[in-house]
C-alpha cells in the first residue's frame, strides 16, 4: 500500500507495507532514493540513506514476528527526510544497544537516528537533512 498525503504542516508523507522479508527491501530503498533525490539531495546522501534504511530493516527483520509486516512512513519536508519503519516484535526481542556496530553505521550515515519499543512493536526512526549548498 502506497499513499502520497497533504500533512498539516505542508510536509508529504508516503506510507508504504511490505512483508517483513529481506527480498522487499529494494523497494524501501528506491522509494528512499526517489524521495531523495525528489529533495536533491547529493549522489553520497542518497546512497547513505538507502544503505541507512536497509540496515534499520535489517535490525527489525531479526526481531520481527512471522509473517509480519514492515510499516514505512517517509515525511518529506524543504530540506529533510524523515524515515521510520516499524514491525511487530516476538515477546521478550530488544533492538541492538546503541553501542553495537549496526547503530555506529546508523548514525554515521543519518543526520540522528533513534529508536523506540512499546506495545510489542519497534520503531527505528531516521532523519537525514540535505546538506547546505544543493
Not at 3 to 26: K, M, N
Not at 47 to 64: F, N, Q
Amino acid at each position: 500500500m502506497t499513499q502520497l498525503t497533504g500533512h498539516p504542516t505542508s510536509d508529504d508523507v508516503v506510507h508504504l507495507t511490505v512483508p517483513a522479508d529481506g527480498g522487499y527491501l529494494g523497494v524501501l530503498r528506491t522509494a528512499t532514493a526517489g524521495l531523495a533525490a525528489r529533495l536533491q539531495f547529493a549522489l553520497d546522501e542518497i546512497e547513505d540513506l538507502r544503505i541507512a534504511v536497509d540496515e534499520a530493516c535489517a535490525m527489525l527483520l531479526a526481531i520481527a514476528t512471522r509473517d509480519a509486516e514492515l510499516d514505512c512512513r517517509f515525511s518529506v519536508t524543504d530540506d529533510a527526510l524523515t524515515v521510520e519503519v516499524t514491525v511487530p516484535t516476538v515477546r521478550g526481542a530488544a533492538l541492538p544497544a546503541e553501542s553495537s556496530f549496526a547503530w555506529k553505521v546508523l548514525t554515521a550515515l543519518t543526520t540522528t537516528a533513534s529508536a523506540s519499543a512499546a506495545d510489542s512493536r519497534a520503531t527505528i526512526s531516521l532523519l537525514t537533512r540535505r546538506s547546505s549548498g544543493y
